[in-house]
Structure formats: C-alpha cells, structure tokens
C-alpha cells in the first residue's frame, strides 16, 4: 500500500518568507510526527498528533513553528518568517496508534532550504 | 531526560570486513529499540527493533542487535559489509510520556564501504 508522503520534496525560499510543509501520513494511521534533521544534528523531534489533536509540542523550535493536522489525516507544518537556521530536511512519520504499535513509518522528507 | 549517544560519527570500512556501530541509550522504564537506516537519497528504514524477549535480534540485510541491559547498550552488527551498505544508520529509543510514545535518535552514524 502507499507509504507516507510529503510535499514539495524540495524547498527553496528567502529568508523572511513562510513556507507550508504538507504530510499525508500511511492510511488509517491515527498517530503523526514531524521531525527535523539537520546536518550533523541527527533527527529532532518537532511534534506529535494523535488524531486531529496535538498533545505535545514540545519539541518545536520557537513560535515561528506551527502545524496542524485536519481530518486525522493530512498535517502542514508551517513556518513563519523563516531563518537560514530553518534550513533542514523535515521529515513526518506515523505510526498507527494502536497499543503496542511502536514501529514509526517514515515519508521522504522536505529539503528545505533559506537562502 | 531520555538520550541515545552513538559513538562513531563516521566509520570507513572495505567490503568485506565486520561492521559493530555503538549505541547507548539513557532511560530508565521499559526499552524499545530501533535502529534505522537511510540510504543515499532514501527515507528513513526500519532495520530492526527490540521490544522483549530474545536479546539478539535479527534484521534485515544480514543485521543484528544486541540489547545488553546492564550497559545500556543496543550496537548494530553485521559480520561482512558489501558496498550497498553505505548509508546513515540511527539509532533510537521510545520514549514514553504523557500516555503516548515518541523516538529518541541518535546523532547517527555514516558508514562508508569501499569496494
């Protein structure tokens, strides 16, 4: 069946500019995470949505980071006034949300890039 | 705080020889284990995972595992590397928090196999 996907592959942008990332995770997966990783930095965790809702944010970098997730399927993480800092590939990964189901699917990733 | 440390940023090998990439991890409930792999212009894989029982476990493309508890340790082996091994291999935790899961990596480890 058809994994996780992510759009666009690739992003160039200016820095100042907002971008929006899009996720359309495994179907029927209720569980979704974006992470980011950065050269040299290994994977970051940004955040987490368990159907719709979004019990932890913890893990994005500053208020300039926001996402949502509609339907309990696709999620847009966007990006605000964007920094050179931002520059990163952005990857979603779900998992089906069942007890016990740990396994995380990963998409291709968004490479962005701030010029 | 939950932590992975994988030792070796970069390991050169030839065709060939044994590969045993170092994985610790810092936490202190129930472990579940993973280590991923990224190949050139590829999304993240899964390579295999601990969750209970049998400490040694097998993945794919001739992996294993270890999970020795009382050094906090998870290292990833194969006894004969090929040149399609090279890739960025992570290793990572779940961390439980707040009633659900997220993964913890590792900086990550590239492996370079020379033919």
């Known amino acids: 069946g058809a994994g996780v996907s992510q759009s666009p592959s690739n992003k160039v942008t200016e820095k100042g500019k907002d971008v929006e990332l899009r996720c359309d995770p495994i179907s029927g997966h209720t569980a979704l995470y974006w992470y980011r990783q950065s050269l040299g930095q290994g994977l970051e965790f940004l955040i987490y949505f368990q159907g719709n809702s979004a019990p932890d944010k913890s893990g994005l970098p500053s208020d300039r980071f926001s996402a949502e997730r509609t339907g309990g399927s696709v999620s847009t993480l966007t990006i605000q006034r964007t920094q050179q800092e931002d520059s990163a590939v952005y990857l979603c990964a779900s998992t089906s949300g069942l007890a016990g189901s740990y396994e995380q699917y990963f998409g291709p990733g968004t490479r962005l890039t701030v010029t | 705080a939950q932590s992975v440390s994988q030792h070796n940023h970069h390991v050169i090998l030839s065709e060939a020889a044994s590969l045993e990439l170092g994985c610790n991890y810092s936490?202190?409930?129930?472990?579940?284990l993973f280590w991923y792999v990224q190949y050139p212009g590829q999304h993240l894989q899964l390579l295999l995972k601990?969750?209970?029982?049998?400490?040694l476990v097998k993945g794919i493309k001739g992996f294993e595992a270890e999970f020795i508890k009382s050094k906090f340790s998870f290292n990833l082996r194969k006894p004969s590397v090929q040149w399609s091994d090279t890739a960025e291999y992570f290793c990572?935790?779940?961390?439980?928090?707040?009633?659900?899961?997220?993964?913890?990596f590792g900086a990550g480890t590239r492996l370079a196999v020379h033919p």
């Open positions: 936490y202190g409930g129930t472990v579940n």
């Open positions: 601990y969750f209970s029982g049998d400490p």
């Open positions: 990572a935790v779940i961390s439980f928090s707040g009633g659900y899961n997220k993964l913890i």
